[in-house]
């Protein structure tokens, strides 16, 4: 499967396929030091940050927060959770302002299910997101 | 995620009908291994299926960071690395493995098949990194 696009959810789609998905896009604006994922969160939605930077941090057990990370955009959250219902291990916030896109996990769901080509095209770029995940874990 | 059922053992397969079980299996060459014998990603450009017998995945560091069990898959992230992957199998005992070639799978043209395959894969990989992920987060 090749690449069309750099986009972490679309990079497999065509203009037509990324049209049908697009039905289970819901715009939001986070405002700074929003919440957007708190830890043991169990949402199956995918998010995708369309501008601004989030912050993903744990809290230890002095409860002094850890920053693990600053998501830019163009970087995908919530994959893990659309394919396997889990807890969310760490929390997500807005730092500035934050658009991202949020899928529906039922209303994409309902799409791929009638959809199957849509699907593989869906569920190898999830696959890409998960093994430069994986890969990135210290081990 | 799941807009389809389990239909067979193993984990890569698990969503296929009789049919492109069949014809996937007779795609995919198997191999014994002996106690100790290695399969590197540097080697083999295949999803590892463990038929019967267990792999042990060692970092390139050398640490143990995980055990494959019959059914069970590994190398799937091969198939979307950039590189080859950067730990190996070996054979903690005697091991029957089936080697599905990345070929194989980039190959398949049905869009049901490749659905089914890249669900599978999902599966596997979301509860590797969920392994790895939950139980820092869950001891902590």
Redesign the interface.
Known sequence: ?KAKNNHPLYCYLDEAEIRIVEQARHSQVFLPGDTIIS?GDRK?DILCIDEGVVLIF?D??ADETIEIARLQAGSLLGG?N???P??R??HAKALGEVKASIYS?HEL?AI??QN??L??KV??A???Q??H???D?K? | MNIFVRRQENDLFKYLDDSAFSRLMESSEQKNLKAGEIVSPQDIAAIVIVLTGELTRYSSSGSRIGRIFPGEIDLEAGLFAQGALNYQLKASGPSEILLCPYAVIKGITEPEIQAQIQAAINDSLCLKIARLTHRNHDES
């Open positions: 499967m830890a199956r744990i230890n057990d893990m659309f394919v396997m889990t807890h291990t760490a996990y769901s791929l299910a199957h080509s699907a593989g569920f190898a999830l696959n890409l998960m093994t995940k994986l890969l874990i081990q």
